[in-house]
């Protein structure tokens, strides 16, 4: 099928141009000559690259509206990807937690969820990929499962999280200021503590388990600390092995970005202080922040701030994280900051989250790449919205407003 875009302020790669942009074969096929087959008209529009989501988990409010309310996953997909392509994201890495917790996050549900996006892949609209969100202490529950999701049809990508030591860090610590996890240096709480109880509380409502069966639980798995480095290079690995893109998640210490680096994690996501950003970015990795944090502008647990850090040179990439229409807020956002030209930040959520997850095939309007394309109402003083959404030429999405 040929069809033509015309009329639309085209998001060229470093500039914005009012040009045709014509599709064959699911393909840009030319940029700028005549119009050819179907015309979709743009008038007034802009036409950008489609969106790529690398880290998002807001499907799990499909997955469980209310605390330990679940619904069929296959209900919670479909939905899901309806979301998606109605928010503009043609490409989206689902953040499937692999935890060592029962209920929502643990690794049976997550295996779950990846079986019902694979047997639904034709039902869907968009391209939903996978993103292994391991969790490190989970080695035992999480390995089969993952040797499982690498041989899938769609390679997915690993972030090695570890929120157990997070958890277990020392009371005076704040989540920032905590050392490498695996250093000597890193203080932990006593499990005895009371504030343990505390702070945990809402995690065990969140594993559906009393707070004295989930501190028995917490017990036992801090008890594999010293077995968590073996895991973890065991993960990359399996991970390296198929290509996997690899990700680490909220480095707060250059050391730790050292360490995944030196593993083949060459991402950086959500990095939580000035320190661990500017240590990717003198070694060429990629970084990504959370889309939330730009649209809402600043990050609501105290980190850095995703304007600043585009402002600064040190982000390339802006993720959903758990609100898919954030990406496009925090590129509106940032505009009327000024953070970056509008060009740049658009690029923000399509042609640096491509080429972090190593998707060469997308990510901007040029010709030979996928016709991964919105249509954008961004008239001067309102707020942007998606009025359609091709992926790979095909109609995932058309809007047409009242007016």
């Not at 009329?7 to 096929?29: C, R």
């Not at 065990?204 to 594999?224: F, H, N, T």
């Not at 609100?323 to 060009?343: G, I, N, W």
Request: glycine letters at 8%; one cysteine or more; aromatic letters at 8%.
């Amino acid at each position: 099928m040929t069809f033509t875009f015309q009329g639309a302020a085209v998001f060229l790669p470093g500039m914005i141009a009012e040009t045709t942009v014509t599709v064959d074969n699911g393909t840009i096929a030319e940029i700028g000559g005549p119009v050819q087959g179907e015309v979709v008209d743009a008038r007034g529009l802009i036409l950008a690259p489609a969106m790529v989501d690398v880290h998002g988990d807001a499907f799990e409010r499909q997955l469980m509206p209310r605390p330990n309310t679940y619904f069929p996953t296959e209900v919670a997909v479909l939905d899901t990807d309806r979301q998606l392509a109605a928010n503009g994201i043609a490409t989206a890495y689902h953040a499937v937690t692999l935890g060592w917790e029962p209920g929502l996050r643990a690794v049976a549900r997550g295996r779950t969820l990846i079986q019902a996006l694979i047997d639904l892949a034709s039902r869907l609209t968009v391209e939903n990929r996978i993103q292994l969100r391991w969790e490190t202490f989970a080695f035992d529950e999480a390995w089969e499962t993952i040797q499982w999701a690498l041989e899938a049809p769609l390679t997915p990508s690993i972030a090695f999280n570890d929120h157990t030591s997070m958890t277990m860090r020392a009371f005076d610590t704040s989540i920032q200021d905590r050392a490498f996890e695996h250093s000597p240096d890193f203080s932990t709480a006593s499990l005895d503590d009371d504030r343990l109880r505390q702070r945990t509380a809402g995690h065990a409502k969140r594993s559906g388990m009393d707070e004295d069966s989930y501190l028995e639980l917490l017990r036992k798995v801090w008890g594999r600390r010293n077995d968590v480095p073996t895991a973890i290079a065991k993960v990359a690995e399996a991970g390296k092995a198929v290509g996997a893109p690899m990700l680490s998640h909220d480095d707060t210490r250059t050391e730790t970005r050292t360490y995944f680096r030196d593993l083949g994690a060459t991402t950086a996501e959500f990095p939580m202080v000035i320190e661990a950003a500017q240590a990717a970015r003198a070694n060429g990795d990629m970084i990504i922040f959370g889309a939330p944090n730009g649209a809402r502008g600043g990050s609501h647990i105290g980190s850095l701030g995703a304007g600043d850090m585009v402002e600064a040179g040190l982000c390339d990439a802006l993720a959903s994280d758990y609100f898919y229409p954030a990406m496009l807020a925090a590129v509106a956002k940032m505009d009327a900051e000024k953070r970056a030209d509008r060009s740049t930040l658009w690029s923000l959520v399509s042609d640096g989250p491509a080429r972090s997850m190593g998707l060469i095939d997308r990510g901007q309007i040029v010709v030979g790449k996928r016709a991964d394309l919105v249509v954008v109402d961004w008239s001067e003083g309102v707020t942007p919205a998606i009025c359609g959404t091709w992926v790979a030429g095909r109609c995932a999405y058309r809007g047409l407003p009242a007016g």
